[in-house]
C-alpha cells in the first residue's frame, strides 16, 4: 500500500521560495519533492488545503509550558505531552520544553521523563532545555535567587549523560556560575550552550562564545545592556557571528524599536530567531499560576510576579510570527524563517527540520490568508485541526 500523500491547492513556502500551482509530496513523515499535480506518482493521496498556505512548522526552543502544564510542576511524560500537544494549536511541531531554575531533584526527574518521551515519540518532542540554576542572582529575572548556584561536577555529569540521548538538548548558563572548562565540555559532548541571565561584558561572552557557546538566552532580557563602552552581553550577541539569539516578539519584552535595530544589527552567520518563552497559559483559561511557591498573574498579555517583574511571555508562536510580519514590517517569509529555519539552524537540526525540501521532516502548518490557523502536521500526520 502506498504511503504518498500530496497536498495540493496550496501557496507553499518551502523556507527559501514561495511555489504558487504546486503540490507537496510526503512519503510517510518526509518530504519528498514540490512538483506539479500532474507530475505525481500514480497512487498518490491527494490532500486539498483549498488555497491555503502551506509553511513550515515552527520550532520553539523555550517553552515552560502549555495547556495549563508547567514542566517544573509536572516532570513527566504527560506532562510534556500536554505541552507540545498545547502549542501544535499554534503552529510548532518541534518544542524544547523548558526547566526554569529548581532543585538538584526536579532536574533529575524531568531528565528522566524527557528520556522516556523520546522512547514514546511524543510528537513534537524535540528535546529539553535547562534554563538555570547556574545563572546570575543580579539577573535573576523571574528565576528564585534561592535555587541558584555555581555549577558542580555532579551538575555537568547531569548535563552529560543528556549528550546524544535528545534531537537537541540546550542549557541555559551565566559565566557568573558556570566555568570556560564546563562550557567546553558541554559543546564538545553536543549539547547547546546558550549565554544568558547574567551581568557579563562582552569580553566574556566572547570566551564562552570560543570555548563553543551556541546561542543567547532572550536577547536584551535579563543581561548588560549594549553600552556605549561596555557593549554588554547584548552587544556580544549582535556583534559575535558565531551565536545566535532568541528573542521574545511580544511587544512587552523588547520593544519593537529595539527589535528592528536588533535584526539589521546581528552580524551573521547566526541569526535571530523567534522563542515565545511560554508558560502553562499557553492553551488555557489560567488567570495565574505558582512558579516555586511564588504567584504569577496573567492580565492583557503579560504574565508578572506580585511587584511587576515579566515572568515568561503569555504568547503562542504564531502570534509571534503575525507580530513579527505586522509589527516589525518583515516579509511574511522573513517573519516564518525567524519560526522555523533559523532555530533548526541554532540547534543543529537543520539536516531534519526547519525546511520543507527532500529529505526532511513533513513538518508543516496550514494558514489562511489572513494567518489563522487551520491544520498542524508531525511528522506526515495531522495533529491538530482548526
Given at each position: 500500500m502506498s504511503t504518498r500523500t500530496a497536498i495540493t491547492g496550496a501557496r507553499i513556502f518551502d523556507g527559501q521560495f514561495w511555489y504558487d500551482d504546486q503540490t507537496m509530496l510526503l512519503d510517510g513523515g518526509t518530504v519528498t519533492g514540490i512538483l506539479p499535480e500532474k507530475d505525481l506518482p500514480s497512487g498518490t493521496t491527494l490532500i486539498e488545503a483549498d488555497g491555503r498556505l502551506l509553511v513550515p512548522g515552527f520550532i520553539d526552543l523555550q517553552v515552560n509550558g502549555g495547556g495549563g502544564v508547567m514542566l517544573n510542576h509536572h516532570q513527566t511524560v504527560d506532562g510534556i505531552r500536554t505541552i507540545c500537544a498545547a502549542h501544535a494549536k499554534f503552529g510548532t511541531t518541534?518544542?524544547?520544553?523548558?526547566?526554569?531554575?529548581?532543585t538538584f531533584e526536579i532536574r533529575r526527574k524531568t531528565i528522566e521523563a524527557g528520556i522516556q518521551a523520546k522512547a514514546e515519540g511524543v510528537p513534537g518532542f524535540l528535546g529539553l532545555h535547562i534554563e538555570g540554576p547556574h545563572l546570575s542572582v543580579a539577573r535573576k529575572g523571574a528565576h528564585d535567587p534561592a535555587l541558584i548556584r555555581p555549577m558542580d561536577s555532579a551538575d555537568l555529569d547531569a548535563m552529560l549523560i543528556c549528550a546524544g540521548v535528545f534531537d537537541a538538548m540546550m542549557v541555559t548558563v551565566a559565566?557568573?556560575?558556570t566555568t570556560v572548562d564546563q562550557v567546553r565540555a558541554m559543546a564538545e559532548a553536543g549539547l547547546i550552550v546558550s549565554i544568558g541571565h547574567t551581568d557579563s561584558g562582552y569580553a566574556t561572552v566572547a570566551a564562552y562564545a570560543e570555548a563553543g557557546a551556541r546561542t543567547v538566552t532572550h536577547l536584551f532580557n535579563a543581561m548588560s545592556p549594549l553600552g556605549h563602552r561596555e557593549p554588554?552581553?547584548?552587544?556580544a550577541a549582535l556583534d559575535i557571528g558565531s551565536l545566535h539569539a532568541g528573542l521574545i516578539v511580544d511587544g512587552f519584552h523588547v520593544d519593537p524599536v529595539s527589535m528592528r535595530l536588533a535584526l539589521r544589527a546581528k552580524n551573521g552567520p547566526g541569526r535571530i530567531f523567534i522563542v515565545t518563552d511560554a508558560m502553562s497559559t499557553i492553551g488555557s483559561d489560567q488567570t495565574g499560576f505558582l512558579l516555586n511557591g511564588r504567584e504569577i498573574f496573567r492580565k492583557d498579555g503579560r504574565l508578572t510576579l506580585a511587584d511587576g517583574t515579566l515572568a515568561g511571555a503569555d504568547i503562542d508562536m504564531l502570534s509571534s510570527v503575525r507580530f513579527a510580519h505586522e509589527k516589525l514590517d518583515l516579509p511574511l517569509d522573513e517573519a516564518i524563517r525567524m519560526a522555523s529555519a533559523y532555530p533548526a539552524d541554532a540547534a543543529g537540526v537543520s539536516t531534519r527540520k526547519g525546511r520543507l525540501i527532500p529529505?526532511?521532516?513533513?513538518?508543516?502548518?496550514?494558514?489562511?490568508k489572513n494567518l489563522?490557523?487551520?491544520?498542524?502536521?508531525?511528522?506526515?500526520?495531522?495533529?491538530?485541526?482548526?
Amino acid at each position: 500500500m502506498s504511503t504518498r500523500t500530496a497536498i495540493t491547492g496550496a501557496r507553499i513556502f518551502d523556507g527559501q521560495f514561495w511555489y504558487d500551482d504546486q503540490t507537496m509530496l510526503l512519503d510517510g513523515g518526509t518530504v519528498t519533492g514540490i512538483l506539479p499535480e500532474k507530475d505525481l506518482p500514480s497512487g498518490t493521496t491527494l490532500i486539498e488545503a483549498d488555497g491555503r498556505l502551506l509553511v513550515p512548522g515552527f520550532i520553539d526552543l523555550q517553552v515552560n509550558g502549555g495547556g495549563g502544564v508547567m514542566l517544573n510542576h509536572h516532570q513527566t511524560v504527560d506532562g510534556i505531552r500536554t505541552i507540545c500537544a498545547a502549542h501544535a494549536k499554534f503552529g510548532t511541531t518541534a518544542v524544547l520544553p523548558t526547566l526554569i531554575t529548581d532543585t538538584f531533584e526536579i532536574r533529575r526527574k524531568t531528565i528522566e521523563a524527557g528520556i522516556q518521551a523520546k522512547a514514546e515519540g511524543v510528537p513534537g518532542f524535540l528535546g529539553l532545555h535547562i534554563e538555570g540554576p547556574h545563572l546570575s542572582v543580579a539577573r535573576k529575572g523571574a528565576h528564585d535567587p534561592a535555587l541558584i548556584r555555581p555549577m558542580d561536577s555532579a551538575d555537568l555529569d547531569a548535563m552529560l549523560i543528556c549528550a546524544g540521548v535528545f534531537d537537541a538538548m540546550m542549557v541555559t548558563v551565566a559565566p557568573e556560575n558556570t566555568t570556560v572548562d564546563q562550557v567546553r565540555a558541554m559543546a564538545e559532548a553536543g549539547l547547546i550552550v546558550s549565554i544568558g541571565h547574567t551581568d557579563s561584558g562582552y569580553a566574556t561572552v566572547a570566551a564562552y562564545a570560543e570555548a563553543g557557546a551556541r546561542t543567547v538566552t532572550h536577547l536584551f532580557n535579563a543581561m548588560s545592556p549594549l553600552g556605549h563602552r561596555e557593549p554588554g552581553v547584548v552587544g556580544a550577541a549582535l556583534d559575535i557571528g558565531s551565536l545566535h539569539a532568541g528573542l521574545i516578539v511580544d511587544g512587552f519584552h523588547v520593544d519593537p524599536v529595539s527589535m528592528r535595530l536588533a535584526l539589521r544589527a546581528k552580524n551573521g552567520p547566526g541569526r535571530i530567531f523567534i522563542v515565545t518563552d511560554a508558560m502553562s497559559t499557553i492553551g488555557s483559561d489560567q488567570t495565574g499560576f505558582l512558579l516555586n511557591g511564588r504567584e504569577i498573574f496573567r492580565k492583557d498579555g503579560r504574565l508578572t510576579l506580585a511587584d511587576g517583574t515579566l515572568a515568561g511571555a503569555d504568547i503562542d508562536m504564531l502570534s509571534s510570527v503575525r507580530f513579527a510580519h505586522e509589527k516589525l514590517d518583515l516579509p511574511l517569509d522573513e517573519a516564518i524563517r525567524m519560526a522555523s529555519a533559523y532555530p533548526a539552524d541554532a540547534a543543529g537540526v537543520s539536516t531534519r527540520k526547519g525546511r520543507l525540501i527532500p529529505g526532511l521532516d513533513a513538518d508543516f502548518v496550514l494558514l489562511t490568508k489572513n494567518l489563522d490557523m487551520v491544520s498542524t502536521w508531525i511528522g506526515g500526520q495531522r495533529v491538530f485541526q482548526a
